[in-house]
């Protein structure tokens, strides 16, 4: 895998997050992952967000996403967070325009 910046600096944190996406029909959807600072995501093992460096909350770039049927696929990502303020938003084109995924979407295993 990709490695994101790292440093020894104390405000530094970074954090893996894995569950799952619930997508309702199969098709080809745009996702992109907001954040600051930075962000490596697959969605069912499709690479979908990498942006790296420090930097304000900015959008990764939109990427495709394919879904051969409707179900619950595993999301992963690492995210870090070097200085100043946070944040981690992730938006889909489920249907139509991109807008915030709903946290009905996100699941995880106790």
Known sequence: ???????????VYKRQ???YIKFE???????DFISNDGILAHIGGQQVALLD?????????????????????????????????????MDWSVPGDLEPVPDAAFAHRK
């Open 53 to 89: 460096g420090v930097h304000g909350c900015e959008s990764a770039g939109v990427q495709s996403v394919e879904v051969p049927q409707a179900g619950w696929y595993e999301v992963e990502a690492t995210y870090f967070q070097r200085k100043g303020s946070a944040c981690l938003m």
């Open 25 to 31: 029909a199969a098709g080809t959807f745009d996702v």
């Open 17 to 19: 997050i894995k569950g």
């Open 1 to 11: 895998s990709t490695p994101l910046y790292s440093s020894a600096a104390s405000d």
